[in-house]
C-alpha cells in the first residue's frame, strides 16, 4: 500500500515542460538517433538478416521515429495544449503523452516497413510492432522521466535554498520604483496572472486585506506599465511583486514563490530564475 501511495505521488509530481520548440526538436532527433542505433548494434526482431540493408532500414526506423513523435506533437499534443491538458504538466501526464507519442511512432514504423521494406500491408502485424515500439521504449522513457525528475526538482530546491539564506542573511530592500497599475500601487500588488485575454491581479486592499481584480487587458501589456517598478515576469503566465517574495522553494518546473499577506504560491519557469538568484 506504501508503494501504490509512493507511486501515485510521483506520478502527481510536477514535471518540466519543454519550453521551446528547438528544445523539443533536440530531444526527438536524440531519440531518432538512440533507436536506429539500438536496433542496429543489438539487431532485434529478425534485423540480422537484413544484411547490406541493415544500416538503411535502421535508419529509416530512427527516421519514421522522428515523423511519427512529429506528428503527434503536431496533432494530439497541440489539442492537449488548446484543451487545456497540460496547463498542470506531472509526471504521469507526461507518460501518457509519450505513450500517445510511442502509439504514432508504431504507426509509422509499421506503414515503413511493410510498404518500404516489404512493399504489402499485413495488417495481422500491426499488434506485433506495437509490443515491438512499447518494450523498447517504455522502461527508457521512463527512467529517463525519473532520472529528470528528481535531478530537476534536487537543483531548483538547491538554488531556492540558496536564495533563502542569502535573503535571511542580506534582507530584503525595497529599492524599485512605485507606479500605478489599474490604481493600484504597485507595491501593493501581489501577482498578476495571465487569462486568455484577461489578466487577474492579486494585490493588498486599503484595509489590509487580500482582494483580486480582473481588467481585460494582455499581460505583455501590463508589463510594460510595469516597467521600472519591482512587478517582474517570472513565468509565461505570471508578473510577480518581487519584494513581496518572503520565502522561495523548489520544484521539477522551477521556483515556487511565497509572498507576503497572500495564500497563492506562484511559480517561476526556468527561463526567469537567474532574476530571482
Given amino acids: ?46 534485423i540480422s538478416i537484413l544484411g547490406e540493408y541493415k544500416l538503411i ?31 498542470r504538466w506531472t509526471f504521469g501526464k507526461w507518460i501518457l503523452n509519450n505513450v500517445g507519442a510511442m502509439l504514432f511512432i508504431a ?8 510498404i518500404v521494406v516489404f512493399g504489402f500491408i499485413q495488417w495481422n502485424l500491426l499488434p506485433t510492432m506495437l509490443y515491438s515500439t512499447f518494450v523498447i521504449g517504455i522502461f527508457p522513457i521512463v527512467l529517463l522521466g525519473a532520472l529528470l525528475l528528481y535531478g530537476n526538482q534536487s537543483r531548483y530546491q538547491h538554488i ?34 495571465a487569462l486568455q485575454n484577461y489578466v487577474q491581479v492579486g494585490y493588498i486592499g486599503t484595509d489590509g486585506k487580500f482582494q ?28 510577480v511583486n518581487k519584494d513581496a517574495v518572503i520565502s522561495v522553494s523548489g520544484n521539477a518546473q522551477g521556483l515556487l514563490l511565497t509572498l507576503s499577506d497572500c495564500e497563492n504560491v506562484i511559480p517561476v519557469s526556468r527561463t526567469w530564475v537567474p532574476l530571482f538568484r
Fill in 160 to 193: 531556492a535554498d540558496e536564495i533563502n539564506s542569502a535573503k535571511n542573511t542580506t534582507g530584503s530592500a525595497e529599492l524599485s520604483k512605485d507606479k500605478i497599475i489599474f490604481k493600484i500601487p504597485s507595491k501593493r500588488i501581489r501577482y498578476i496572472e
Fill in 107 to 114: 504507426l509509422a514504423n509499421f506503414f515503413f516497413v511493410r
Fill in 57 to 87: 532500414v535502421c535508419a529509416g526506423f530512427g527516421s519514421m521515429t522522428f515523423l511519427g513523435a512529429a506528428i503527434y506533437e503536431f496533432s494530439l499534443g497541440r489539442l492537449a495544449q488548446v484543451l487545456g491538458w497540460r496547463t
Fill in 1 to 46: 500500500m506504501n508503494f501504490l501511495t509512493r507511486s501515485l505521488n510521483m506520478l502527481d509530481k510536477p514535471f518540466p515542460e519543454a519550453e521551446s520548440w528547438l528544445l523539443y526538436f533536440r530531444n526527438l532527433t536524440i531519440l531518432s538517433v538512440f533507436v536506429g542505433g539500438f536496433l542496429y548494434v543489438f539487431e532485434p526482431f529478425g
Fill in 212 to 239: 483580486v481584480l480582473t481588467e481585460r487587458v494582455t499581460l505583455k501589456a501590463v508589463e510594460s506599465k510595469a516597467a521600472g517598478s519591482a512587478i517582474v515576469k517570472c513565468h509565461r503566465s505570471f508578473l
